[in-house]
């Protein structure tokens, strides 16, 4: 049987490499632990951390092809971060410009958690632990 023992890495292709950029280090706190530009393909990549921990590469490439990003499309549904605290992690990305959705609440768990999404439209969650 294969044993799977973590994900190792979530890879998001992005439309505006900088924009991206602020927002997963600035907005969401997400630290840098490589860059690299890759001149034969003209694209960037970017290794990101979340406490210590690599989670996420952000590649840029010319002019990449749309894809449905609703959470109810096909394939990838969204990214779920855990916070202790959603009031201050909703307020955080508000006062960043970065609109909320409305707060739902687990029916198995009793966990609240909410919904917004990144520069691209990638829906991404939060969800209070």
């Known amino acids: 049987m294969l044993q799977l023992t973590a994900v190792h890495h979530i890879a998001i ?19 840098v632990l490589g860059e690299y530009y890759r001149a034969e393909r003209n694209s960037y990549k970017l290794d990101l ?16 092809p749309a894809r449905p990003s609703r959470p ?22 508000n006062q ?12 198995h768990t009793g966990r609240r958690f909410t919904f917004f999404a990144d520069p691209d439209g990638l829906p991404l969650e939060l969800y209070e632990s």
């Open 13 to 31: 292709i992005v439309s505006d490499y900088e924009t991206s950029k602020r927002f997963y280090t600035e907005t969401l706190g997400f630290s």
């Open 72 to 93: 109810e499309a096909l394939g990838l549904r969204h990214l779920a971060f855990a916070v202790p605290d959603l009031d201050a992690a909703i307020n955080h990305l």
């Open 49 to 64: 951390a979340l406490n210590g921990q690599y989670l996420i590469e952000l590649f840029s490439f010319p002019d990449p």
């Open 96 to 107: 960043q410009g970065v609109l909320t959705e409305p707060v739902r609440t687990d029916e």
